[in-house]
């Protein structure tokens, strides 16, 4: 698993780390958006709040 985020940002320790519920992507506090008990990553979140 990757030690930064897609954005830059270091992720926190390893039994901290969050992930996207759609793409298992691991995000940093700042990206992750939850939804109904689930968490995304901002991109994900995006794009599924562009759906109808």
Not at 22 to 49: D, F, K, P, Q
Request: overall charge neutral; glycine content about 6%.
């Amino acid at each position: 698993m990757s030690t930064a985020c897609n954005c830059g940002m270091a992720l926190d320790q390893p039994f901290k780390r969050v992930g996207c519920h759609e793409c298992g992507t691991a995000c940093c506090r700042s990206c992750v958006i939850e939804v109904e008990a689930n968490t995304y990553c901002r991109w994900c979140a995006m794009s599924l709040a562009a759906q109808p």
